[in-house]
């Protein structure tokens, strides 16, 4: 999908993905993660959302990427903090408070510039990604990340009701991708109330992806 369609939603405020609180099935099963306060929870095309106050509030460091430099702005805004901003690369970071958003291309971001990683929670970036770039995006994530433990959100429906995002992953994707170097938990699946963008019934998938023999 090319980056000028979610620059054009961020600058046209068509930014419905976007929730006016922290996400209910982060706040239910985050603790299955096992992590302890302190760690770094990596948050890919994080936007603006709220999840990442509600992970600063409870104690833990969060990194994120995003393309939009528009939803970093307003994320550091909504948080009430002055980032420091430096360029690496093709990326920038943008930092403070036990917070850094790498503003760029998350193809562009390296597991050095990345840094430590103790948990990946994905809400919204493999469903934001059209099946062409999955494939990609999930190999990728596993590198820069070190096979960081996951909690990954997906949605399951007929494809052909709706066009994405968010995309349909089903089950059988979810393994195709990360099998080979996840052990694969199915934590909670869900009915959307009302059907996805009222165009059709869809489940909310929760998945906890553990790293095989990460270091």
């Known amino acids: 999908m090319d980056p000028s369609f979610w620059h054009q939603r961020w600058e046209n405020n068509e930014i419905g993905f976007h929730e006016a609180e922290a996400n209910p099935l982060l706040i239910k099963h985050f603790h299955e993660l096992s992590v302890v306060k302190g760690c770094r929870i990596f948050v890919p095309l994080c936007g603006k959302t ?5 992970l600063l509030s409870h104690g833990y460091r969060v990194a994120g990427a995003e393309l939009s430099q528009l939803a970093i702005e307003q994320l550091f805004l909504e948080l009430g903090v002055q980032p420091e901003i430096t360029t690496v ?5 943008w930092s403070a408070n036990n917070l850094d958003i790498f503003v760029g291309d998350i193809f562009d971001l390296s597991g050095k510039m990345l840094g430590q990683v103790d948990a990946i929670y994905d809400r919204a970036a493999l469903v934001a990604f059209p099946s062409e770039l999955r494939k990609r995006y999930t190999a990728h994530l596993t590198e820069i990340t070190g096979k960081a433990p996951q909690l990954l959100i997906s949605y399951e429906y007929d494809q052909s009701l709706m066009e994405g995002p968010p995309f349909s992953v089903s089950n059988e994707e979810v393994h195709r991708h990360y099998a080979t170097t996840y052990d694969l938990t199915l934590i909670a699946s869900t009915e959307v109330a009302g059907g996805l963008k009222g165009k059709g019934p869809a489940k909310e998938n929760v998945w906890l992806l553990k790293g095989q023999g990460r270091s």
């Open 50 to 54: 709220l999840d990442i106050s509600w």
């Open 89 to 93: 690369a093709n990326v920038e970071q």
